[in-house]
């Protein structure tokens, strides 16, 4: 079973989005997606060359908004999932400048696009960047 992060990490995630996971026609994976996943993510119009990518983890939901607790069934190919920024440096120097509720990006594996993202809430970014985790 799943232990969501947020028991695992005592803090809140930092926001929420809605996501559509590529097939492998499309550049994703080959194989489906389960809970766990630790692919990065990318801002759309960022040249990753320049700018990287970012460690930032997908926490999958179910249609009720309910954390994903089976680590044996795939998530669904789109839905929305709980964001959760693995730096603390990254969340105050970067990103809360720049999640904002619109925002795309994406799941990336390297240089590789996993699926297309879309801020939908701002949770615990703003008091997670003032607090030392």
Same mark, same amino acid.
């Given at each position: 079973?799943?232990?969501?992060?947020?028991?695992?990490?005592? %803090?809140?995630? *930092? &926001?929420?989005?809605?996501?559509?996971?590529?097939? +492998?026609?499309?550049?994703?994976?080959? @194989? !489906?997606? =389960?809970?766990? %996943?630790?692919? *990065? &993510?990318?801002?759309?119009?960022?040249?990753?060359? +320049?700018?990287?990518?970012?460690?930032? @983890? !997908?926490? =999958?939901?179910?249609?009720?908004?309910?954390?994903?607790?089976?680590?044996?069934?795939?998530?669904?190919?789109?839905?929305?999932?709980?964001?959760?920024?693995?730096?603390?440096?990254?969340?105050?120097?970067?990103?809360?400048?720049?999640?904002?509720?619109?925002?795309?990006?994406?799941?990336?594996?390297?240089?590789?696009?996993?699926?297309?993202?879309?801020?939908?809430?701002?949770?615990?970014?703003?008091?997670?960047?003032?607090?030392?985790?």
């Amino acid at each position: 079973m799943w232990v969501p992060y947020e028991k695992v990490r005592n %803090l809140p995630p *930092d &926001f929420s989005i809605k996501y559509l996971i590529y097939s +492998e026609e499309e550049g994703g994976k080959k @194989h !489906p997606v =389960f809970q766990g %996943l630790r692919c *990065d &993510f990318a801002y759309d119009g960022d040249d990753i060359k +320049e700018t990287g990518i970012f460690a930032i @983890h !997908p926490e =999958f939901e179910d249609k009720c908004g309910s954390i994903i607790l089976d680590r044996n069934l795939p998530v669904p190919k789109q839905g929305t999932a709980r964001m959760w920024i693995l730096f603390p440096e990254m969340r105050r120097e970067v990103h809360i400048n720049r999640i904002k509720v619109g925002v795309i990006g994406y799941f990336m594996a390297g240089s590789r696009r996993l699926g297309q993202v879309e801020v939908i809430e701002i949770l615990g970014l703003n008091s997670n960047a003032e607090s030392l985790s």
